[in-house]
């Protein structure tokens, strides 16, 4: 069973740079996309960027601030925020899927429990 775990979310100020960390377990490998969508109050949730693999998809209104990694040999994803802005508020979910990467959130099976990241202005 695929378990993912977020770490690294917290409060930023506008222009802030943040790193979000998943640590992926149960048998991913680069094959599998693994990415993050987010989720602001009130609304749905929304791709983000994911990878395979060493393929980075990004949405393209953040493409410009964002860089997705991964390190293979420790199980590991990263996504790289950078000028960061208060419309990112939101809880960021590392995703992962055996397949292509898809901007569909039922297209994926495992979901971590999410992780808050905040800008104030």
């Known amino acids: 069973q695929v378990q993912l775990v977020e770490s690294g979310g917290g409060l930023a100020q506008s222009g802030d740079s943040l790193r979000l960390s998943c640590a992926a377990s149960g048998g991913t490998s680069s094959t599998y996309a693994v990415g993050w969508f987010r989720q602001a109050p009130g609304k749905e949730r929304e791709f983000v960027a994911a990878i395979r693999w060493s393929t980075p998809y990004y949405e393209d209104s953040l493409k410009d601030r964002l860089t997705i990694s991964r390190d293979n040999a420790k199980n590991m994803v990263f996504l790289q925020m950078d000028s960061l802005k208060p419309e990112d508020t939101a809880v960021y979910y590392c995703?992962?899927?055996?397949?292509?990467?898809?901007?569909?959130?039922?297209?994926?099976?495992?979901w971590g429990q999410g992780t808050q990241v905040t800008v104030s202005s």
């Open positions: 995703v992962a899927r055996n397949g292509a990467v898809t901007a569909d959130t039922e297209d994926y099976p495992y």
